[in-house]
């Protein structure tokens, strides 16, 4: 069977395997002359040894604090210690399984890999020469495990800390960026795979909650490039961090206590608005509209009533269905003036009513008849010429019969009143 070895068991060497060290080759001979002697499940535990070792080595490699970020919802111990002379001591307060874990999430360990590790500790720990059992291993299984470890493992390039995460982690935190600085790391964020994209994500938004000089300054001016290469999780939970502080202000550590603003800002920025949960996005908008209700309600309040409008369309047409009412009965209130008029904030306010579905714009136009705020100026020419016109407008949006006849009984009430 010898012809058959994988190269990690025929002939180990640095040169073969410029990924290893000497510590590593030892294990993976000794596990070769375990083989010859005729203990394979010897063998596998040395093959065991000198992966983890490698990995624990490649973990360094990639960055520490992306790996601590990684598992700290991970079960088991998880303490690196940093001030250990040696990788043992480093290493000895994590679990190999917490390794193993945080380093398949962090794509330093490839699913194969991380899935032959999780076989040869369940052997280990099942079919190992201290675990009675009558499932032993057999030297073609550890030549199997061998190869896939080979493969996945030993022959992989060591990672370059300047190409993963950690590379950006110092400058932005120690250091003013200069434009040219930002474009570098701009290209390196567009770079990355999924699994550091998290990770950055997740660096950034903290970095702006915290709030400090510089890493507030950059991290806000790079934060664009991580959101457009998020998935929705992630974009969720700057959401939800938002709702977080919202509920509960003493979650938030930062020296001035402005996590909460300093998030929707940057939500604004990214025009992420409507990835905050459903009740603190209410909240928002309710907070927000009546603004532009005390501009309608104010003598010659156009210019008010645009900059009202203009705070309010900076959070987009997300407006959750609990606040619907409160929200679109102002924006129709505005949008039909009054008696000498409207202003121009209809215009502004206009994306509101394009993003309705068929439901959602019947449910509007049923607000000219239910609702007082948006019908209180109706029975004067110019709004309710206005009325009928938004009306004409959504009926246009229609295509079920019985909803176009509505309208027009709507338009018909406004002519009643």
Not at 44 to 73: C, P, Q
Not at 102 to 131: C, D, F, Q, Y
Not at 194 to 217: A, N, Q, V, W, Y
Not at 370 to 376: Q, Y
Request: net charge negative.
């Amino acid at each position: 069977m010898t012809e058959n070895l994988p190269a990690i068991l025929g002939e180990p060497s640095k040169d073969n395997f410029p990924a290893t060290v000497d510590a590593e080759i030892g294990y993976l001979s000794q596990a070769r002359k375990l083989l010859d002697a005729g203990f394979p499940d010897h063998s596998l535990l040395d093959i065991w040894n000198a992966a983890v070792h490698n990995l624990r080595r490649r973990m360094e490699a990639y960055g520490i604090e992306l790996f601590t970020s990684a598992v700290k919802e991970e079960a088991g111990r998880k303490k690196f210690d940093k001030d250990g002379e040696t990788l043992g001591e480093r290493w000895s307060g994590v679990d190999d399984l917490t390794l193993i874990n945080g380093a398949t999430k962090l794509g330093v360990l490839n699913k194969k890999a991380g899935k032959s590790l999780e076989m040869i500790n369940w052997m280990r720990n099942h079919a190992s020469p201290a675990h009675g059992s009558d499932d032993s291993v057999e030297a073609e299984e550890v030549f199997g495990l061998a190869l896939m470890l080979q493969k996945n493992l030993f022959e992989a390039e060591m990672p370059d800390p300047g190409h993963s995460p950690s590379g950006l982690f110092e400058p932005i935190k120690s250091s003013e960026l200069s434009e040219e600085n930002l474009d570098v790391l701009k290209d390196q964020i567009r770079a990355f795979k999924p699994g550091d994209i998290r990770l950055t994500f997740g660096f950034l938004m903290d970095m702006i909650c915290k709030g400090e000089t510089p890493s507030h300054e950059n991290a806000i001016k790079l934060f664009p490039e991580a959101w457009g290469k998020a998935n929705e999780d992630l974009m969720k939970s700057a959401g939800q961090r938002y709702h977080s502080y919202l509920i509960d202000p003493d979650s938030d550590t930062s020296d001035d206590k402005g996590a909460k603003i300093r998030v929707l800002e940057t939500l604004v920025k990214v025009e992420g608005i409507k990835f905050i949960p459903d009740a603190a996005r209410a909240s928002l908008y309710r907070h927000t509209i009546k603004q532009l209700a005390k501009a309608k309600d104010t003598s010659y309040g156009w210019t008010d009533e645009d900059k009202a409008a203009k705070a309010l369309a900076q959070f987009g047409p997300h407006v959750p269905s609990i606040a619907f009412e409160d929200v679109y009965q102002e924006i129709l209130a505005v949008w039909c003036g009054n008696y000498w008029g409207r202003s121009d904030a209809y215009l502004t306010l206009k994306p509101f009513v394009d993003a309705l579905n068929s439901t959602q714009l019947m449910n509007l136009a049923r607000m000219f008849k239910d609702n007082e705020r948006a019908n209180g100026e109706l029975f004067q020419a110019k709004p309710s010429a206005k009325a009928k016109a938004l009306l004409d407008y959504i009926k246009d949006k229609l295509t079920i019969q019985a909803s176009i006849d509505e309208i027009d009984e709507i338009k018909g009430l406004i002519d009643d009143m």
